[in-house]
């Protein structure tokens, strides 16, 4: 919560209101909350397992859907809807996709982690034998070097009875490839809130959905998961505070000033963050490992601050200052080929989570891990504010755990 300091007999009317307000949201947030737990409405088993935000997962869920081959039993109406729903406003949008009008949905094949040339794989695959459509998902991690550029190729390679169709790129805004490479005419941005969101919803309401209620509820959560993690995840409680706020000029204009704090305070916290990371957590770092330094890499739109710590066999560990990017790399893969499989492993038990697959130098990589005793932290702005709290009350807490992965990779 917000706090406001202001000295005894100057708090202004605005200041006074606006801590209404946030007393009032709090207290809103928590009836909420409690109503959550009484119901149990929030439990969603996409977050228990691990699967709302991975990408992989995700995909396998969303192309057993398309697929009418797919364990929901339900045929080809949901491949179709998606045609008509997410298809064909491309095809009156840019015309670049009007081949697809020709799919036959019901010889469709459909196809999560699909396998091409330089042991690429492409997230989702739609195929009917004339019609090959790749559709490449990022949640959070980043791209691959010449990935969409590779696909599109991939693509010209398949389609050649009705024409080059281009990748879909599914983010979770629709925002273009940060690639310079890559060419507009080889992609189409498509995103989760815009067309993947309206899309399950009206699956959800079919009428062969209503029939089979276990797969009703699958979609139910997986839309509750996928809002999740595009920021709107509960729309009951977002009103209620919505209509707070609405109440009069004033709430609005004290919501108004409640915000441009609050998105100061996210800034700053993010500088404070990288600058203990940078500082206290280094030094702490390195002097227990002298050969550990601290880079900014990457590029302008994807910038690494991390720390790169050896740890034998010719392999680094680079740990990104928020912690939720993690990798182990190498310069001469086949010399630690022996040994990769150990590492996967060990980094997959460290984590828990599984390797993001990004290729390059990697042997591992992962871009959704979290701070250990944050991973229940949906909202990326409560994460930045807590790992705040713990670098700077606890910096030698961070380093040993950096320390501790470190010297089990040391020890394979």
């Known amino acids: 919560m917000v706090s406001f300091i202001v000295k005894e007999g100057e708090m202004t009317s605005s200041v006074q209101i606006a801590k209404q307000l946030l007393k009032r949201v709090s207290e809103t947030a928590k009836i909420f909350e409690e109503q959550y737990r009484e119901t149990g409405i929030a439990y969603n088993i996409f977050k ?11 995909c396998r869920v969303l192309a057993d859907l398309l697929n009418p081959k797919g364990l929901h039993y339900r045929g080809s109406i949901y491949l179709k809807l998606f045609m008509d729903e997410v298809i064909s406003p491309l095809i009156k949008k840019t015309g670049k996709l009007k081949v697809l009008k020709a799919l036959n949905v019901l010889n ?3 196809k999560a982690q699909y396998p091409i040339d330089e042991e690429r794989r492409i997230d989702i695959v739609i195929d009917d034998g004339a019609i090959f459509i790749p559709i490449e998902v990022k949640i959070n991690a980043p791209e691959q070097p010449k990935q969409l550029t590779d696909y599109a190729a991939f693509s010209k390679k398949m389609n050649t009875i009705v024409g080059f169709v281009p990748v879909l ?19 189409e ?12 919803e009206k699956c959800l309401r079919l009428e062969e959905t209503d029939k089979a209620l276990p797969v009703k509820e699958v979609l139910k959560q997986l839309i509750n998961a996928i809002k999740s993690f595009c920021g709107n995840e509960d729309e009951t409680m ?8 609405a109440k009069s000029r004033d709430s609005y204009t004290a919501a108004l000033q409640i915000s441009n704090a609050v998105n100061k305070l996210e800034r700053d916290f ?8 940078k500082g206290d957590i280094y030094e702490l770092i390195k002097n227990k490992i002298p050969e550990a330094i601290y880079k900014k890499e990457g590029e302008p739109n994807d910038v690494w601050y991390c720390i790169r710590l050896p740890i034998g066999h010719g392999c680094e560990l680079c740990v990104d200052y928020n912690m939720q990017r993690i990798t182990v790399e ?3 893969l086949k010399k630690v080929d ?15 989570k599984h390797d993001g697959g990004w290729g390059g130098y990697n042997i591992w990589a992962s871009s959704i891990i979290k701070y250990p005793g944050l991973e229940d932290i949906d909202n990326d702005k409560i994460y930045k504010y807590e790992l705040y709290r713990i670098y700077s009350k606890k910096p030698q807490s961070v380093a040993n755990w950096i320390l501790t992965i470190a010297n089990e990779l040391k020890n394979i």
């Open 48 to 58: 228990v397992i691990g699967t709302d935000n991975d990408e992989v997962k995700t």
């Open 108 to 110: 469709a094949n459909v």
């Open 169 to 187: 790129f599914l983010t979770k805004d629709g925002s273009p490839s940060k690639e310079k490479e890559v060419a507009e005419e080889d992609y």
């Open 189 to 200: 941005p498509i995103s989760f809130e815009k067309h993947i969101i309206p899309w399950l």
């Open 238 to 245: 977002e009103n209620a505070i919505n209509a707070l706020i």
């Open 270 to 277: 993010d500088t404070k963050i990288r600058k203990i990371f």
């Open 330 to 332: 190498s310069d001469n």
């Open 338 to 352: 022996a040994i990769a499989d150990k590492i996967r492993k060990t980094m997959t038990n460290i984590t828990d």
